[in-house]
């Protein structure tokens, strides 16, 4: 499955109010949800990821995935396109010898 095929299926299942603003704050949820079962392998295992661990992070990763979906839906963009401003602008930070530092726009 390529990105714009996941962004078509997924927009069958957007029902939301507020365009943008309830993707957004959706995508905040999530990554915060993938980053506190990172933490808790941290914590509780040792640092050791077990397959269900595992399973569960990627499970939380696909919730980022449609929340990113659909702003970048919201915002007038296929995610195939944002895909690939992404893979520009990190190009163009490593033709430029900036891929270290800070900063949108170096």
């Known amino acids: 499955m390529d990105f714009d095929e996941y962004q078509q299926k997924a927009l069958a299942t957007a029902i939301y109010p507020h365009p943008i603003v ?14 506190d079962k990172v933490k808790k392998v941290i914590r509780d295992n040792q640092g ?20 990113c979906a659909m702003l970048a839906h919201d915002l007038g963009y296929t995610f195939d396109q944002i895909a690939q401003i992404n893979c520009d602008k990190i190009a163009a930070r490593k033709n430029a010898g900036t891929i270290h530092g800070e900063g949108d726009n170096r």
């Open 22 to 35: 309830y993707p957004t704050l959706g995508l905040t949820g999530e990554a915060g949800e993938v980053a």
């Open 48 to 67: 050791e990821f077990s397959d269900e661990r595992r399973l569960e992070i990627a499970k939380e990763i696909g919730d980022v995935l449609w929340y």
